[in-house]
């Protein structure tokens, strides 16, 4: 399944703007998820990455942000503690919820992990929560403070290297870590959770993912993440977990099926209506897949271009692939080839009628003589798509309701 990567921007409690981006699937997503990322990161890790695109492969979109003062995020990162980023993930849900529907995952990475397992049991639409090498107290983190501890309870803050960046971290930071009981907050809990951890993670060991199994009830499960260091920074890790959680969710969530490619007799093309979109086409071909759309100032979603482009884009394919054919063909040392489109309408001239222009233009590159570069721009004429449309074409309609 094709998938696009939107900007997702919203504002937090505090008037910040935070940056996001949301991996949405072609069709109806199946459902939507949250994906919080680890302590001084950001949306654009790798682990982070990596598993939003997979997930929304597989029907469920993901938005992922960056916390208060971290990546592209407004705000000051040194004023921010771990129930500010707890308010930041409550916040990216109710701006999902108001643009999109209500999640019903979450996923947290390290820290953020912890923050899913802090907002879990408050907010109802949330089915399924996923935790990958998450601490089961967040006073853990403190231990990346411990040569500035002293420092920090005295002076009241100071600077620390973590991930090869320098963070000022204030006293309020620390004191905002003994606020929290994570484990307690899950005695109760009727949601589904899947831990996630690595054996050998030497930034948060294990022992902290058998803590949340032991005081979470069913439905729970566990799985260990065999050899992967605390950053999942080997892409395959990434895909592994989220084709484990892409199988998991769904016995918990509710929402469409993945939608079944149509049957397409060769050559042919069908189109249909996304649901719940004014103007979105889904297009398929026998064996592909595209999208069509109208832009936000025609009320349309943007999620794909418009019809003019793309019966632009099948001129000028088929332009570049028969000119790339007959250069192959003959030995022409054709390196590339381009074609920039434009369609507009025109009144010819004595007459009060619009006729339909369109302009190509072609790159052609490549040890060519001026000889063959006059050949090549007249068998671009001879292009399929072209002379079809220079030779005007009758559309028969039909309806078999």
């Not at 409690?13 to 949301?22: D, E, T, Y």
Request: glycine share 6%; net charge neutral; charged share 25%.
């Amino acid at each position: 399944m094709s998938t696009k990567t939107e900007k997702f921007d919203f504002k937090n409690r505090q008037g910040h703007l935070l940056s996001g981006r949301l991996e949405t699937p072609s069709g109806r997503p199946r459902a939507y998820a949250l994906f919080a990322h680890c302590f001084t990161c950001s949306k654009n890790i790798l682990a982070a990455s990596k598993i939003s695109k997979y997930l929304a492969e597989q029907g469920i979109a993901v938005l992922r942000f960056d916390f208060t003062g971290l990546g592209n995020s407004e705000g000051d990162f040194s004023n921010t503690n771990f129930s500010s980023n707890a308010e930041d993930l409550r916040d990216a849900y109710e701006a999902l919820e108001d643009q999109y529907e209500s999640p019903q995952i979450l996923i947290g990475h390290s820290l953020g992990g912890a923050a899913v397992l802090k907002i879990a049991s408050e907010i109802e639409s949330i089915k399924c929560i996923v935790t990958i090498g998450a601490p089961s107290e967040v006073e853990h983190i403190g231990h990346l403070f411990k040569n500035h501890d002293q420092k920090i309870l005295k002076d009241g803050s100071a600077e620390v290297i973590l991930g090869g960046k320098e963070f000022t971290i204030k006293k309020q930071f620390l004191e905002d870590l003994k606020g929290h009981n994570i484990l307690k907050a899950l005695e109760n809990s009727q949601k589904a959770f899947l831990i996630l951890h690595s054996p050998i993670d030497n930034t948060v060991s294990i022992d902290h993912a058998a803590q949340i199994y032991k005081v979470l009830k069913h439905p729970k499960s566990f799985i260990s993440l065999d050899n992967m260091d605390h950053l999942v920074s080997n892409p395959k890790d990434s895909l592994y977990i989220a084709s484990l959680i892409s199988t998991w969710v769904t016995r918990y969530i509710e929402g469409p099926e993945v939608e079944k490619r149509p049957e397409v007799k060769k050559g042919g093309i069908k189109t249909f209506n996304r649901v719940n979109h004014l103007y979105t086409q889904d297009i398929y071909g026998q064996n592909h897949q595209i999208i069509a759309d109208e832009p936000k100032s025609l009320k349309g979603d943007d999620l794909g271009m418009g019809p003019y482009e793309l019966l632009l884009s099948s001129l000028g394919a088929c332009t570049a692939m028969t000119i790339r054919m007959y250069a192959d063909r003959k030995n022409i040392k054709l390196t590339s080839v381009s074609v920039n489109l434009s369609h507009a309408k025109e009144e010819i001239e004595d007459t009060n009628k619009l006729t339909d222009i369109i302009i190509k233009n072609i790159q052609l590159e490549g040890d060519l003589s001026s000889s063959e570069v006059k050949k090549l721009l007249e068998i671009a004429e001879k292009c399929p798509v072209n002379k079809s449309l220079n030779a005007g074409i009758i559309t028969k309609t039909f309806n078999n309701a």
